[in-house]
């Protein structure tokens, strides 16, 4: 069965530290792999998708995210995080063949410290 | 419009009462979606359209309910006899592309309800 996995719910960082978000995911067939961030009350932006070609993706805000087949893994990175990157941050796959859905983590919770 | 539109904004509904969700999606996007986002959850899926076609509604959790978008634009969801648990927030996206999920999916603020 398709999923998404975001073992860690909270993340605490300091301003101007790195950051990783985790995110796994199982699917049978060649995955279409995203992420969005939710602020409180807001809709879900998309930060950066990934189809195929370079597994180094480019994102909105600074973020960039690697694709790691052998892993399962589309890990979310920001070299330097501001606090205004404070939000939810979800982790979703496309699904590419019968049913048409996206498919989200659970979402891992980004707090910034000053 | 410039964005995804979603009313009401927020939902307070007694038990056993039937409400029903808009959502007016981006002129032109093919695809609309409905997902349910429980407190500290992420969306689950309910529903999907392609243009007027409910081509997947295997995620409505029980015959209460119902989505509809008859003109290929705007959509509602509509819950008979809500429940304590259909408390959470409704979430609709849309897209331009049809088909498989390979396109960016824009996302209203969402529909919070409420039942009491």
């Known amino acids: 069965a398709q999923s998404v996995t975001q073992p860690d719910i909270h993340i605490t960082v300091s301003e101007g530290a790195s950051l990783e978000l985790r995110c796994n995911y199982s699917y049978g067939a060649t995955p279409y792999l995203f992420w969005y961030v939710q602020s409180p009350g807001q809709g879900l932006q998309l930060l950066l998708k990934?189809?195929?070609?370079?597994?180094l993706v480019q994102g909105i805000k600074g973020f960039e995210a690697e694709f790691k087949r052998s892993q399962s893994s589309f890990n979310l990175r920001k070299p330097s995080v501001h606090w205004s990157d404070a939000a939810e941050y979800f982790c979703a796959v496309g699904t590419t063949s019968g049913t048409y859905k996206y498919i989200f983590g659970t979402g891992t919770r980004l707090k910034v410290l000053a | 419009g410039a964005g995804v539109s979603q009313s009401p904004r927020y939902k307070v509904a007694k038990r056993g009462q039937d409400v029903a969700l808009r959502c007016d999606p981006i002129s032109g996007h093919v695809s609309l979606f409905w997902y349910q986002q429980a407190l500290g959850q992420g969306p689950e899926f309910l529903t999907y359209?392609?243009?007027?076609?409910?081509?997947?509604k295997s995620g409505l959790p029980s015959d209460r309910f119902f989505a509809e978008r008859p003109e290929g634009s705007v959509s509602t969801l509509k819950i008979q006899r809500t429940q304590q648990e259909d408390s959470a927030v409704y979430l609709c996206?849309?897209?331009?592309?049809?088909?498989?999920?390979?396109?960016?999916?824009?996302f209203g603020e969402g529909s919070r309800l409420t039942v009491l």
């Open positions: 359209f392609q243009n007027e076609a409910q081509l997947d």
């Open positions: 996206a849309s897209s331009l592309v049809g088909g498989a999920g390979t396109g960016e999916l824009f």
């Open positions: 990934y189809f195929s070609g370079d597994t």
